[in-house]
């Protein structure tokens, strides 16, 4: 690709792709080296696998690239997304490869430690079976480490991989030294248990058991990564997912379905009901109830004439309309929407770099003990056979097998928990500002509340029957396919049967009237039937206002020139939402109601499950605006939603959580998913999530400890390579021990998971 140079100095804001990283240390070598560029600032994401990069006249993205190639890996400029183009194949084959090379490496290996670790097991010729199925595993198995390995020696930098590849090359080399020149390929020979190199001079050792466990093991922590890296990106192709694929465009009073991509500005066209407006426009003909929940967060569908402007990717749920285009392509809302979700997830995780930081520096100062170690017991007198002994032990006990293990561990377990309990956790990012969250943001619609349209109350005028009132309401309703319409319906269940309804019609904007039973029935707002001439006494005027100041739509019932009643209809509380609330203040958050409906009803939904402050009447980018804002007021955020409009708000928050029942979008842009329709389930995850970082850390602190106490021992002769192959493998047993207490978490909350 060539790219021309501009004349000025214009910053330019560029994604790459990045192939070939294997820890942190990789995003933080490649991200050092963009950033020595002049005019270039970079910041390279390990769990995305992409660099994003600022940069200025005369770079070019083709230097970029280069650069990157130059320090060892490699760069791609990313198409332009489109709903069309689904995801590369790679990341999916790449882990596949991955678990095939682990499935095969663990058959393998199995025997290999049985074999070493059971001397009344080991039959004659054991020693060169052992070393039959270890050479597989250390070659073929760990192939991943000795490549970075390679790449890595070639750039003068050294990672866990240089140390698995030494450690593991080492200790099979030695073994087929001692097996082929030295006696340990004798028939009939046996592992001798030792705790020091002063008993032999370890030419009858073997230590295929340590070359085939360890790399057995860090390949699993590797595959357990990659799988958790796998979605990466997966929000932002559901989203792109919700629009329209196709639309019906008006040519010359003609209908021609087109490709949604093809549209043009000014454009016309058609949106029948129950499909998708293709794109950003202006209504022309027709009315109809637009469901736009999924985009703007309001709970109740929008009433839209002509002259009224739409959003694509919301629904047409009433009637017929003809539309003409104003945005398309990257202007419109729903791109838009796409973009913070985006950019929401360029953040950088530092918590779980940790581990590679400190091996950045632990790894140097090993290989140089291990050659430190081989320079002293030469010195000594002792013999070469007996300080390479030495030397191999350091590299093998200090072989991070523990520290690779000590997040996957953990995260499986307390994934396989969570799962039980109606918990999904997306990666060991999402749990690393668990312990400090003090504010937790929750979306209304869906999430306290249910997200449908409920009939909560039918309130009779003086004198009328409250089930006459309903019948006749009900039974007009059955016409009309608005939200409002199937909860009044759907209240009316008790009826088996309804009776029919004549002459039904919608006035835009106001209601539907219709014929039953001889009767004239109007139902909608209080301008329809005061327009119609109906009376409307007092008392039902004041229970429409005060249905209306408790958040919730009131729907006027009239029949023979006046209102005989009201239904009150809302989008209802979930049972669980306030004792929800409650536990969340009892884990020190504070609850902030977020949402994209009006101030009134917000208000009402916060006071009945105890929540005192409200930010209502927010557009998606309002939302991740506040997210910022408290982020920069000093507090740790989480988010709890379900909708389109929360994705990338989810993603900015410092932990987001998104109910199961929402959209893909939201789900894939989360970091934890709660699969239970229970928002009490969120204070399960905070719970869960922090119980599982702190093992995690627990893991990493044995790890690192156990390989400072364990590294004097071994270059002091003290630990043959034998035992220093089973401390290494009781390291991550104890890791492995200590992740399986996650099993035993237990809720606190009071419904059951299904």
């Known amino acids: 690709m060539t790219t021309s140079r501009p004349e000025t100095a214009t910053p330019h804001l560029i994604e790459l792709v990045i192939g070939g990283m294997t820890c942190a240390a990789c995003a933080a070598r490649i991200e050092k080296k963009l950033n020595r560029m002049d005019g270039v600032r970079a910041s390279v994401n390990y769990a995305t696998e992409k660099a994003s990069v600022t940069y200025d006249a005369p770079v070019t993205p083709d230097d970029l690239v280069a650069t990157v190639k130059q320090t ?66 250390v070659v073929y198995g760990g192939l991943p480490f000795h490549r970075a390995a390679l790449v890595n020696l070639r750039h ?11 450690g593991t090359l080492a200790a099979l080399g030695w073994s087929v030294w001692a097996l082929f020149l030295g006696t340990a390929g004798t028939p009939g020979m ?31 922590g590797r595959y357990f990564e990659a799988r958790s890296k796998r979605t990466a990106g997966a929000a932002l192709r559901a989203l792109l997912e919700l629009g329209a694929r196709d639309v019906s465009v008006l040519r010359d009073g003609a209908e021609t379905r087109i490709p949604v991509d093809r549209l043009a500005v000014g454009d016309r066209f058609v949106v029948r009901p129950g499909e998708k407006i293709a794109t950003d426009g202006t209504v022309d003909e027709g009315s109809s109830a637009v469901d736009a929940s999924l985009v703007t967060g309001e709970s109740v569908p929008v009433e839209v004439g002509v002259g009224d402007s739409v959003v694509g990717g919301c ?31 360029t953040g950088k995780s530092a918590a779980q770099r940790l581990a590679d930081r400190i091996s950045g520096v632990f790894v140097p100062i090993v290989i140089a003990l291990a050659v430190g170690t081989l320079g002293w017991w030469l010195g000594s007198g002792a013999g070469p056979a007996a300080a390479f002994t030495a030397a191999v032990a350091v590299l093998i006990i200090a072989c991070p097998c523990a520290l690779g293990l000590a997040t996957p561990t953990a995260l499986l377990v307390g994934t ?40 909560l109350d039918v309130i009779p005028g003086k004198g009328e029957q409250r089930d006459e009132v309903l019948r006749l309401a009900a039974a007009v309703e059955t016409g009309s396919e608005h939200p409002v319409a199937r909860a009044v319906v759907a209240g009316a269940a008790e009826w088996d049967a309804l009776p029919p309804v004549t002459g039904f019609a919608n006035v835009e904007g106001l209601g539907v009237t219709g014929t039953v039973e001889d009767r004239q029935v109007l139902l909608g707002r209080l301008r329809l039937l005061r327009e119609r001439g ?28 006046r209102a005989r009643g009201l239904l009150a209809v809302a989008d209802q509380v979930k049972p669980t939402s306030r004792e929800a609330v409650r536990q969340l203040r009892a884990l020190g958050l504070s609850p902030v109601l977020l949402t994209g409906d009006n101030v009134t009803v917000a208000r009402a939904v916060a006071a009945e499950v105890g929540i005192d402050e409200v930010i209502a009447e927010v557009l998606p980018a309002e939302k991740v605006e506040v997210i910022d804002r408290l982020q920069a007021e000093g507090r740790a955020v989480a988010m709890v939603g379900d909708g389109v409009n929360d994705a990338a708000a989810l993603t900015r928050a410092d932990l987001g959580l998104a109910m199961g029942t929402g959209t893909d979008v939201a789900i894939e842009a989360s970091d934890l998913t709660l699969v239970r329709d229970d928002l009490t389930a969120a204070v399960d995850a905070i719970r869960l999530a922090r119980s599982t970082l702190g093992t995690i850390k627990g893991n990493l602190f044995w790890a690192f400890a156990y390989n400072v ?28 021990a200590n992740s399986l207490r996650l099993r035993r978490f237990r809720p606190v909350s009071r419904t059951r998971p299904g």
């Open 72 to 137: 060892g890996y490699r760069a791609t400029l990313p198409p332009p997304p489109t709903p069309d183009a689904p995801a590369a194949a790679g990341p999916a084959d790449g882990l596949s490869v991955l678990r095939t090379r682990l499935w095969i490496s663990v058959a393998l290996s199995l025997p290999v430690v049985v074999l070493a670790m059971v001397p009344a097991w080991q039959f004659t010729y054991w020693q060169w079976l052992s070393l039959t199925l270890a050479a597989p595993v």
């Open 156 to 166: 003068g930098a050294a990672t866990m991989d240089t140390l698995v590849s030494l």
């Open 190 to 220: 046996t592992h001798p248990f030792s705790f020091d190199i002063g008993r032999t001079d370890g030419t009858g050792n073997i230590y295929l058991e340590a070359a085939a466990g360890v790399t057995t093991f860090i390949l699993a």
């Open 315 to 345: 629904v047409n749920a009433g009637g017929r309309l003809v539309v003409t285009a104003n945005r398309v392509g990257a202007d419109t809302q729903l791109a838009q929407m796409a973009r913070l979700v985006e950019q929401a997830q």
């Open 416 to 455: 396989g928990r969570g799962a039980q309990l109606g918990i999904l956790i997306r990666g060991p990012e999402a749990l690393e500002s668990t312990r400090r969250l003090d504010v937790v943001v929750l979306d209304k619609t869906g999430t306290v509340t249910t997200g449908r349209m409920t009939l």
């Open 534 to 561: 109906l009376v409307v006494p007092d008392d039902i005027v004041r229970a429409a206002t005060d249905a209306q100041a408790a958040g919730r739509t009131a729907v006027l019932v009239g029949w023979d020139g």
């Open 709 to 736: 106490a364990a590294l004097p021992l071994a270059a002091g002769g003290l630990l043959n390579p034998m035992i220093a192959g089973a401390a290494m493998a009781f390291s991550s047993v104890f890791v492995v």
